[in-house]
Every structure is written in structure tokens, then in C-alpha cells.
Nanobody, 121 residues
Framework: QVQLVESGGGLVQPGGSLRLSCAAS????????MGWFRQASGKQRELVAR???????NYADSVTGRFTISRDNAKKTVYLQMNSLKPEDTAVYYC???????????????WGQGTLVTVSS
């Protein structure tokens, strides 16, 4: 089983920055694509950013140019650097990790517990 531990959320003023981290546990897990989603109050969960195992990234239009996703494969960790934050970025942010469990051959699609990001003055 893979578990994801998120950190880095909090309260920030508009224009500020935060960095989210998500570490995957499980030595038998080979990680594939990793991503960040968010869910604002009363809205559906949406993709924020995604990065493949080869480092190819894609972003939601609303965060392009402000957010940067990266990963450390050795640490099985994905990061989301968020700059120029806006009140509309307020949401619970969830990391998602896809991969394969080498011991069972099963596909992994794991979610973090969520971390709240609040952008407010």
C-alpha cells in the first residue's frame, strides 16, 4: 500500500507564495504521473498541475505562469510552488500519485489527505 503525506498549506495574503509537498511511502512502489488537484467550497475537484515520470508538465489555464510542479523521484515526492496567489486559489489541495506496486503488479492510484490553502488579506 502507498500512503501520501502532504504538507505546506496555510494562510497567505494575496500576491504571496506557498510551497506544497507530497511524499509517497512504500518501497515497492514505482511512481508514474504525479499531480495536484484542488477543490474549493461548493465546487468540483479540478486538476491544477501534473507531471509525468519523464518530467512533462501540464497546468490548468488558471495557474499557468504562477504555479510550478516538480518532483524528486529518489524521494518519491512531488512539489507545487505557488506564486502570485489569488483569493480564488483558496481550496483544499490534494496530491495524486499513479504508479505500479512491483510486488503485486497492481496499479496504484493514491490520494493525499488534502491540505487547506487560504488566500486572504
Amino acid at each position: 500500500q502507498v500512503q501520501l503525506v502532504e504538507s505546506g498549506g496555510g494562510l497567505v495574503q494575496p500576491g504571496g507564495s506557498l510551497r506544497l509537498s507530497c511524499a509517497a511511502s512504500g518501497s515497492s512502489i514505482t511512481t508514474g504521473a504525479m499531480g495536484w488537484f484542488r477543490q474549493a467550497s461548493g465546487k468540483q475537484r479540478e486538476l491544477v498541475a501534473r507531471i509525468t515520470s519523464g518530467g512533462i508538465t501540464n497546468y490548468a489555464d488558471s495557474v499557468t505562469g504562477r504555479f510550478t510542479i516538480s518532483r524528486d523521484n529518489a524521494k518519491k515526492t512531488v512539489y507545487l510552488q505557488m506564486n502570485s496567489l489569488k483569493p480564488e486559489d483558496t481550496a483544499v489541495y490534494y496530491c495524486n500519485v499513479q504508479g505500479v506496486d512491483r510486488t503485486t503488479g497492481s496499479v496504484v492510484n493514491a490520494w493525499g489527505q488534502g491540505t487547506l490553502v487560504t488566500v486572504s488579506s
